[in-house]
């Protein structure tokens, strides 16, 4: 029995995914628990598997398409089933959607682009060649002699001077009595008066660089995206502080010490700072950097802290959210926040864990970063980066004493904060993290 294969449903949030990658094709057999296909969101990047055996008979849609969400995308069942019932379609013409395909290319373009494109010597005696072809290389300078002919018989069109501009061989025009078809000096690589009665040599070209594109991953377009659109149109200011990490040393160093006897988890300094900025937004003084400024009418005010937590990952920076932070423990913060590394990292996150942040930290502390400039993820008013352990002096009674310095840097929306309350911020959260023991008592 025929089986319509969907695109899944991978969250509320999630109206299409991209299908990236065919692991089978039309034809083949498959088992369940074998991967379909691979398709991607704005943040992730998943495997889905075949849940019956059978044969793929029908593929509705390409790589790269783009594809809303329960939309059927391919068949499994018994050659020569009719899939006609779950061709996907238009709510409006109820015609077949066709699976994107790519546009043929004329056969002289194509025959262009697989053919060399440039002879290393210049064609002598009687040349085929169209009068405009013949106007546009003189109009750019190109010696005809060297372009491919790929029009009809053996003609020279004027495609072919354009691919012999854009990949050489060029010579400049007073050099163009003596140019041998070498790449020269000049810009560009072009042959100049320069390289006249010059010996040949494999670096001559200095203009060839190899190189390979590749399509950006949904990822990547994703932060693309959100990153312009945030410095285009925030005005962001960053505020730098440091503070005494002697107190938090010193804790976390116990904790590692009795943490299997307490029960534990593997509590680390970036879970220590979490706890402590979730304690400090929850203040209502603090409460225009614990929110999402919606238009520039409206500001929207979180009732509990939810802390975006940037994380690297192969498919690059995703933003978890740990929602609620502010009522939970030091503990179930610890825990939460591996368990949502555990999923990032190998894909498997939910999209709806990667949205509603009200705040966001971002700690580059253990790469050795002394100070950066975060960058606020939209629609949040502000995002606290923080540095990695310095050792710095203060003065004690006159005396120069070494001790453990963290820096906080802290950038904010200025149209819904102002600098002095961002100020406030990060002094209390200084004063907190320097303190922390007194902060678990609260």
């Not at 926040?337 to 930290?361: C, M, N, Q, R, Y």
Request: glycine residues 8%.
């Amino acid at each position: 029995m025929a089986t319509p294969v969907q695109m899944p449903n991978v969250g509320i949030s999630v109206e299409s995914c991209i299908l990236t990658k065919w692991h089978k094709k039309k034809g083949d057999q498959v088992k369940a628990g074998d991967v379909l296909f691979t398709y991607e969101t704005d943040k992730t990047t998943t495997d889905e598997v075949a849940e019956v055996d059978g044969t793929l008979i029908d593929v509705f849609f390409d790589e790269d398409s783009d594809i809303p969400v329960m939309t059927n995308i391919a068949v499994i069942g018994t050659p020569g089933e009719s899939t006609a019932e779950f061709a996907p379609t238009s709510a409006k013409t109820d015609t077949v959607v066709p699976a994107p395909v790519e546009k043929e290319k004329p056969q002289s373009q194509e025959a262009a682009q697989t053919a060399a494109p440039v002879v290393s010597h210049p064609q002598e005696g009687f040349i085929r060649i169209s009068p405009r072809a013949r106007a546009l290389a003189k109009k750019l300078g190109a010696d005809y002699r060297f372009a491919v002919p790929t029009g009809a018989e053996g003609r020279i069109c004027e495609e072919d001077i354009r691919t012999l501009v854009k990949n050489g061989p060029m010579s400049t025009k007073a050099a163009a009595g003596e140019f041998d078809g070498r790449p020269g000096t000049g810009i560009g690589g072009k042959f100049s008066v320069s390289d006249i009665g010059s010996v040949p040599s494999e670096t001559a070209n200095i203009s060839a660089v190899a190189y390979v594109d590749e399509k950006l991953s949904g990822v990547r377009k994703a932060i693309a995206k959100s990153m312009s659109t945030s410095l285009f149109t925030i005005p962001q200011l960053t505020h730098n502080i440091s503070f005494d990490a002697t107190e938090i040393l010193s804790f976390r160093t116990n904790l590692k010490k009795n943490a299997e006897t307490l029960g534990l988890a593997n509590i680390t300094l970036n879970d220590i700072i979490v706890y402590a900025v979730s304690r400090i937004l929850a203040k209502e003084e603090h409460k225009a950097l614990n929110a999402n400024l919606i238009d520039s009418e409206t500001i929207r005010y979180f009732n509990g802290v939810h802390l975006g937590v940037a994380m690297d990952t192969p498919r690059g920076l995703l933003v978890p959210t740990l929602f609620n932070a502010d009522k939970k423990s030091l503990n179930q913060i610890s825990v939460e926040l591996k368990a949502l590394a555990v999923e990032a990292k190998d894909g498997s996150i939910a999209p709806d864990k990667l949205k509603g942040a009200s705040f966001t930290i971002s700690n580059l502390g253990s790469f050795g970063i002394e100070s950066f400039t975060p960058v606020i993820n939209p629609p949040q008013t502000g995002i606290l980066g923080v540095d990695t352990v310095m050792t710095r002096v203060k003065d004690v009674d006159g005396v120069a004493v070494p001790y453990s310095a963290m820096g906080l840097s802290l950038t904010y929306d200025h149209r819904a904060v102002d600098g002095t309350p961002a100020s406030k911020f990060l002094v209390d959260l200084k004063t907190a993290l320097e303190n922390f023991s007194l902060l678990l008592c609260k």
